[in-house]
C-alpha cells in the first residue's frame, strides 16, 4: 500500500518534467550553424571575386591593352618563353581561379538558409563558369586526347563533377570546401599575374600595371576563407 505522501508529486519535479517535455530534440532546435555560413555576407563576397575575376588585370593604357583573367589564359599562350617551357604558366593559370569559382558558386547554391530562386541562378551560374573552363570549340571536340588541351579538358570535366558532388556533402564538409577553394583559387590567382607581369612588361619595353580585377578577385577570395 503507498503512502499519500509517495503519491504527491512536489511542484518541483512536476516543473522539470514539464521543461523535459517541452524541449525539443537537439536536431530540432533550428538550423544548423553551418547553414548560416553562407548568408548576404558570403555571398557579396562571392559575388566581388567573380566581378573581379571578369575585369581587368592587366592594363596598359598606352598599348590599349586590358585583359581580365580569362583573356590571359589565351594571350599567355603566345608568349615565346610559354612557348618554348621556360615560363611555367599556361592556360590553366588562369583558368584554375575560374574552376573554384565555379565551385564556390555551387557550394553556394546547396546552401538550405538561401531562397530556392537565389539557389537556382547560383547553381546555373555555376555551370556557365565550368563550362567556360573547357576548350573552346571546335578544340573541344577532340581535347581528350589533344596534348595541347588534354589536361585542360579534364580539369574542365573534373569541375562539373565537383559540382555535383556538392549536392551530397553536408553543411560542415561545404565549409571546409569553401575556404580550400578560396585559399587555392587566391594562391593561384596571385601566382599567376606575379609571375607574369614582369614578362609582359619586358615585352612591352614597360611597366605594366596591375589592373583592379586582380585585387578585387584576391579580396573576394581571402574574405571567403
Known sequence: VRSPVSQVQSPVSQVQSQNTAAVPPSSD?????????????????????????????LTHPAAALRLN???????????????DGSLPLSRLSYLTPLACLALLLGVAANRRKLPPAVRGGL????????????PSYPYLLTAYKDSEFQLQFFVACA????????FVLKAIWLDVL??????????????????????????????????PGWFVMLAGFAALA
Open 69 to 83: 583573367g580569362f583573356e590571359l589564359a589565351e594571350w599567355v599562350t603566345f608568349l615565346p618563353g610559354v612557348r
Open 178 to 211: 569553401q575556404i580550400g577553394l578560396a585559399v587555392f583559387g587566391a594562391a593561384c590567382g596571385g601566382w599567376a599575374l606575379l609571375r607574369l607581369r614582369p614578362v609582359a612588361s619586358e615585352l612591352l619595353n614597360a611597366s605594366w600595371p596591375i589592373g
Open 29 to 57: 532546435l533550428g538550423p544548423r550553424t553551418s547553414d548560416f555560413r553562407l548568408g548576404t555576407w558570403d555571398l557579396g563576397l562571392l559575388t566581388l571575386a567573380l566581378v573581379g575575376y571578369w575585369l581587368p588585370w
Open 159 to 166: 569541375t562539373l563533377l565537383g559540382l555535383g558532388l556538392t
Open 123 to 134: 547553381g546555373l551560374l555555376a555551370l556557365l563558369c565550368a563550362g567556360a573552363v573547357f
